[in-house]
């Protein structure tokens, strides 16, 4: 009687054990972003949408948006852009898709560049912008009859590697970006090649 008794507490504690490691494995905070047309990995909130990789003739993108307040807005868009037939070197598609970017946004409502540098993503070199700028944030009107406008905020990334040009835009309004700044680190922090 008592033998069987510690083969059922052993089981139950082993049973108890493999739930439990199950539970913390299984429900991690994040999940990884990896997939064959992509030469990188990344982590984001498990609880983010990922869309299907869109390609295109010389584009391969995926967009990360999280959290999803409803079907038209998302409060964090995470793109990961390949350009694949960049016009001249990997290099100067790059800085040229940057300063592509940077020309268009500069003229937006109060435009304020917050860096521009060279930067590096798991060891590979490239550019890096920031900056924030205002655009509207609703199609309704205000009772003044103007559109109302919010702040957002922008990392671009662009990266020249194997004769491609690899791009992270990650944007939000600035109150979404203060709420999701730890996540929007830790995608950055855990970019890797394969």
């Keep these: ?8 507490g052993l089981n139950f504690a082993l049973i108890l054990l493999m739930t439990i490691t199950l539970f913390m494995t299984g429900c991690s905070y994040y999940a990884t972003f990896s997939k064959k047309a992509f030469d990188c990995s990344l982590e984001y909130p498990r609880s983010w949408e990922v869309t299907p990789v869109w390609e295109h003739t010389d584009l391969i993108c995926v967009r990360i948006l999280g959290p999803v307040e409803s079907e038209e807005e998302t409060s964090v868009k995470v793109f990961l852009n390949i350009w694949l037939h960049p016009e001249g070197s990997a290099e100067q598609y790059a800085e040229y898709r940057l300063n592509s970017v940077m020309s268009s946004y500069s003229q937006e409502r109060n435009f304020q560049l917050i860096r521009q540098e060279t930067t590096q993503l798991d060891g590979c070199s490239g550019y890096l912008v920031e900056y924030v700028h205002e655009q509207i944030s609703s199609e309704s009107l205000l009772p003044s009859g103007e559109y109302p406008y919010d702040t957002f905020r922008t990392i671009i990334i662009t990266i ?8 992270v835009y990650i944007s ?8 999701c700044e730890k996540d929007i680190q830790h995608i950055l922090d855990t970019f890797k090649w394969k």
């Design 172 to 179: 939000a309004s600035q109150n979404d970006w203060n709420a």
């Design 1 to 8: 009687m008592l033998k069987k008794r510690v083969i059922t």
């Design 160 to 167: 020249p590697r194997n004769n491609v040009v690899y791009e």
